[in-house]
Each structure stands twice: as C-alpha cells, then as structure tokens.
C-alpha cells in the first residue's frame, strides 16, 4: 500500500499543471494538491517530529481559502498540529497557535519571487539547534543558476541554516527539483559553500539520502574560526606569534582550548568597544562584524556590574557567559605535617600514631625483657622480622619462647599489625588520590580530555565580605597576566569567575571540610570578571563549538570534582582506580600496583590472627597447632632473673 501511495505521488509530482499564477488561487487547486502530495512526503521522511510551522505569502483578502488545499493532509493523515502564517506574522490555525509557536522547530515557508529577505523568524520562539526548514519557491530555477547559491546566502543571514529547496527548473515543467546547501569545510562560514542538486522528487522516495542532520559532521574539522574581540577592560594581555599584544582572557583560552580539540584554526579581529555602561540601564555595543558575517564569534565584554551586560539585546545571539569557576577549597598532600593531618583526620592520626608507639614498645618489651637472654633476639630489627615472619604464618611460633607475657606481646602485635596496614593503606590511597586530583583536573584541558560532564546547581550560597576577599579580589583586577591569572586565580581560593546572568552566585557548597568550611568559595554581589562570547544563532559551527563550550562552562564544574571525591571514597574499596602521576623521571607510581601488597598483608594478617584466636580458644585439648606446636627434643627454655 506504500508502494501505491508513493507511485501516486510521484506521478503527481511529474505531471500537474506548469502554470502556477499565484494571482488566481481558484486556478491552482490541482497543483497545489500535487504539491501537497509531495509536501506531506518529504515532511513524513525528515520533519518527523514536534510541531511544523507553515509560512505563506499574502494571496488576498481571504487566505483562509487556501487551506483545503495547502495542508489537509497533515491534520487528517500526518496527525500533526500546523500552523499557518503569512509573511506579516498573521496566524491562522486549527489549534492554539500559542501552544504550538514556543515548541514548534519544522518550518514550511512558501516563497513568491525574491521573497527570501521578507522571511520574519523570531529567533526566541524556535530552537536553532534543531530546527529544520523547507523552502518552496515558485522561481523558475535552472539547476547551475546563480540564484540558487544566492537565495541559500540570503537564508543563512537569516539565521536559517542548511534548509531544503523545492522550485521547478523551467516555466512549461511540472517537475519540482530539490536542492540543499553544502557550507565550504575550509572557511566555515553560511556565505561560502557550494549547492547540491538531489534528483527530482527524490523525496519522495524511501530514502534517508536528504534527512536533514542535526549537529555537525566531522568534515567541518580543519576548519578556520574567525574571531572577534573586545579590547574592554578589565583585559589580560599576552604575546601572540607576531609579537602583538591582543586582549587576551579567559574567553581566548577557552577558545584555544576548542580549537585544539576540534582542530579548527583561529583567526583574531579586533572590534571597537562593546560599550560602557551608562547609568539608566542603557549602552550600545557593536556588533557589525557578527551581523555581517566578517566573524563567526566574538569574545571579551569584560565589566564588572550586571548593568552594561544586560542593556544589551541578546535575542540574536547565543551567549556563552555562565563561565562559574567558583575556587575550589580542597587540601593538598605535600610533605608537610600540617597538611597530612588535614587530610587524615586529627582523631585517626592520633590513633594511629599510639598504636605506632605501642607496637614498638612491645618490640622492645620483647628484645630487652622477655628475650634478653636470647642471643638471637637481642636486637630489635631481629624480633621485628621473626615477628613479622611469625605474623604471616611463614614461621612456627616456637620461633619465640612460649612465655605468657610473649604469647600476648604476639597477640598485640598481630592486632596492631593488621589495624595499622588498613591505616597505611587508607593514608596511601588518601594521599595518592588527592595528589593526582590536583594535578590531574586543575585546568580545563583535564576537564575536556577526561570528558568530565558538569553540574548545575542554585543552592546553598555562600558569601564573603571579609577582609580575605578584598584582597582576593583585588588581586584578580590587579592581575596582568593570563597564564598567571587562570593558574592563580581560576583554580585555587583566591578568586572568583562569575555568571553575568544571576546577581548572586548559585555554585553549590553543600560539602565542607573538617573545619566546616565549605570546599566551594564565591564572592557574593559582586562581579569580579565577566567573560562573554556571542556566535551567531544557525552558525553551522554553533552546535559542535557549543557541545565543547558548554562542558566547561555551564554551571560549576569544581561541583562536579567535588562530586567526584565523594564517589571516589565510596568505591575505593570495591575498584581497582587508575591514579597515577608523573615523576621527575616521568616513571610511573600507580596506586594500583601497591594493591596486591595491601591486600596479601591484610589477609596473611586476618589468617594470622584467626589461628592465634583459634588456637588460644583450643589449647586445653593439647592439640598440636601452629602457634602452640611444641617440639618434644627441643629443650625447654630457661630464664634467669
């Protein structure tokens, strides 16, 4: 029955009328059904989804008239919600236009001759990222015509990005040819590229050929981006390659960042000043470049106040701005006391340290005491390998002289033995853990390389207004430097970046350290820097540089370490974790390669003490175990006072 129904329409599509005179739209009932059939065809293959908004131009007094013939199909067979407008945004529909407008992202637009710079798209009503567009011309156009490259140029100014065009390529044909915009990979921009001709009525055909792709394909790599910047202070400044100084943020770096993942290629402009702020809310920023398309993005808009931001109409463009690097408060294993104990708890270390002094006090009860005597066991290092020997069951405990005193020396010793290895293991894994934490995802390169995704969060705000964070703050408006900068400011708890958009800050601080500091620090009423970055919205580069923007700058992502931290010490136990960091040598220490160690300890340990338990518990029954077994020709040890 498929089959039928695409015959039909095929047939339809090579055989209606030519003379398509929009003047008398009673003549036009065949072939606007005709052109139905096809229409309903293509928006079956690749406008599958969400609501589809219909454009036409103005035909007369009643254009009401026109539906039977335009789109009944859709309702009736498609099941979809349409909604039909002219070119002056007057609304006909069979539902609530209200309902349907704020969703809808398939558009219909039905274009009389030159009509394309007419077309009037309220970018804050559709969504540019997946947003789909057939165009349906009544242009006599020939396959090669200039036209064509010239009507999808027009398009792309209007923020319509790799639409379908539908136009019959003589007066006296029937036929609708389809066509779609190929951008060029090495500029990477709307305005250069080439037209592919797809076969007519090829949509009519069970294909996916002409499905229109979401995203962008990896032949859009190697790529140029040509970016312009605001040289507004408060700016950072940095050498390029020819010695210039350019205004140079964290905007750039974070640009760098995607162009080297992306392998596209950056070319600087510099544009005049985005504007200063002015006290009634008003300001002007220009944005000349980006409206002509001499620039696909542009950077900086420093400032330090919400207002001069928000006088800005930023209805056309897509803004990068909620760059939240809130200061991550996490301490750091070095070789220092002070930051150990911060790290392994002052009880735990406390505890840890008595057992130490306790374990060698039994050593030495046992060399200068029990065993004094004993040429063998004068010396300490010599009771502490037999013990040990003794303790992972490699050696009889006739190894030491059966004495009540040193039975119980043994016991404590395994004990101590075992709680201290579990002590040891939980320190070495804290330590090597939060070493590597550092230096492993301080910077966003680590963010993107490790393919963190991030965080959002509104909660739980923290304010300062001491005086620690004057001079922190000061010292970020005093910074001249940007590698300084970022090292310095972006990534310890001397500083703040701030999201323009919202007063106050809303990084989440819901864990704190054993001080019951919060390990998130932000500056509350205050912005200390504003990064911004405005891209065209139907940029064919919006969606893949979007993907990577957004993974490092939305929300706050020392939300998503801290986040990090917490899984880590759930599952320590249970997973083997790759953390590793580099030496001087660049030879590799891996906290995984010191598991089997811990492990064979706690084991030999756990069997060690099991027996010796067993083995007290058994003893009146005389039977011959490892820690009692007594050699009948060995003589019995004497001890003198």
């Known amino acids: 029955m498929l089959t039928i129904k695409i015959l039909i329409t095929l047939l339809l599509c090579q055989h209606v009328p030519a003379n ?23 928006i079956k293959r690749s406008l599958k989804k969400d609501y589809i908004t219909i454009s036409l131009p103005e035909f007369g007094n009643n254009i009401t008239d026109l539906f ?14 349409v909604m039909i407008k002219t070119k002056h945004l007057q609304y006909h529909s069979f539902k609530n236009y209200a309902d349907i407008s704020e969703t809808a992202i398939n558009f219909v637009i039905f274009l009389n001759n030159h009509d394309e710079d007419d077309i009037n798209i309220d970018v804050r009503t559709w969504n540019h990222d997946k947003a789909k567009f057939l165009i349906v011309t009544q242009e006599i156009l020939e396959p090669n015509s200039i036209r064509i490259r010239e009507i999808f140029i027009n398009l792309s100014k209007k923020k319509i990005i790799n639409p379908l065009l539908l136009a019959r390529k003589c007066e006296l044909s029937s036929s609708w040819e389809l066509y779609k915009w190929n951008p060029s990979t090495e500029v990477c921009n709307e305005l250069s590229g080439e037209v592919i001709h ?33 040289a507004a202070p408060p700016y950072t400044a940095a050498k390029t390659v020819s010695s210039n100084y350019v205004n140079y943020g964290i905007e750039m770096d974070i640009l760098h960042i995607v162009a080297k993942k992306l392998n596209y290629n950056v070319i600087y402009y510099k544009c005049d000043i985005m504007g200063e702020m002015i006290d009634d809310h008003s300001g002007n920023g220009n944005f000349d470049k980006l409206l002509n398309f001499e620039v696909d993005i542009i950077l900086g808009g420093y400032t330090k106040t919400v207002v001069r931001y928000r006088s800005f109409d930023y209805t056309m463009y897509y803004i990068a701005d909620s760059l939240t690097c809130c200061v991550p408060f996490y301490p750091v294993v070095r070789i220092h006391s002070v930051d150990i104990t911060r790290i392994f708890g002052g009880v735990t270390i406390l505890i840890s340290i008595i057992l130490a002094f306790s374990l060698f006090a039994v050593i030495l009860y046992i060399s200068n005491v029990i065993l004094r005597n004993s040429r063998h066991f004068i010396s300490p290092t010599k009771v502490i390998a037999t013990i040990f020997k003794v303790t992972i069951t490699i050696a009889s405990i006739n190894s030491i002289p059966l004495t009540f005193s040193g039975h119980f020396a043994m016991m404590l010793t395994i004990f101590q033995s075992f709680y201290l290895t579990q002590m040891f293991t939980i320190f070495i894994t804290r330590s090597l853990l939060f070493k590597i934490f550092d230096q492993k995802y301080s910077s966003f390169e680590a963010i993107l390389e490790n393919n963190l995704t991030t965080y959002y969060s509104r909660n739980s705000i923290r304010s300062f207004n001491d005086s620690e964070s004057e001079i922190r703050r000061q010292y970020w408006i005093n910074c001249d430097d940007s590698r300084i900068c970022l090292r310095e400011v972006a990534f310890n708890r001397t500083a703040v970046l701030y999201s323009s958009q919202i007063v106050t800050q809303y990084v989440a601080t819901n864990f704190f350290s054993a001080d019951n500091d919060p390990l998130v620090h932000c500056y509350d009423n205050y912005v200390t820097m504003l990064p911004t970055m405005y891209m065209q919205k139907g940029s064919i580069l919006f969606k893949t540089v979007n993907d990577v923007i957004f993974r490092i700058t939305e929300g706050g992502f020392i939300y998503k370490w801290l986040k990090d931290m917490s899984w880590y010490k759930r599952v320590m136990a249970k997973e083997v974790l790759d953390i590793s960091f580099q030496t001087a040598r660049e030879t590799k220490i891996s906290y995984r390669h010191l598991i089997p160690v811990f492990k064979i300890l706690l084991i030999s340990y756990g ?11 058994t003893k009146h029954f005389k039977r011959p175990f490892l820690f009692f077994y007594r050699r009948h020709h060995c003589k019995p040890v004497t001890f003198y006072n």
């Open 20 to 42: 398509l005179v929009i003047n008398n739209y009673k003549q036009l009932i065949k072939p606007l059904v005709s052109l139905n059939d096809c229409l309903v065809t293509i």
């Open 68 to 81: 039977p013939f335009i789109y009944p199909q859709f309702i009736q067979k498609g099941k979809r919600e």
């Open 198 to 230: 797809l076969k007519p009525c090829l949509f009519g055909n069970a294909t996916k050929k002409i499905h229109i792709k979401r995203g962008m394909d990896l032949k859009y790599q190697n790529c140029t981006i040509r970016a312009g910047y605001f």
């Open 607 to 617: 069997i060690s003490t099991i027996i010796f338990i067993g083995e007290i518990a």
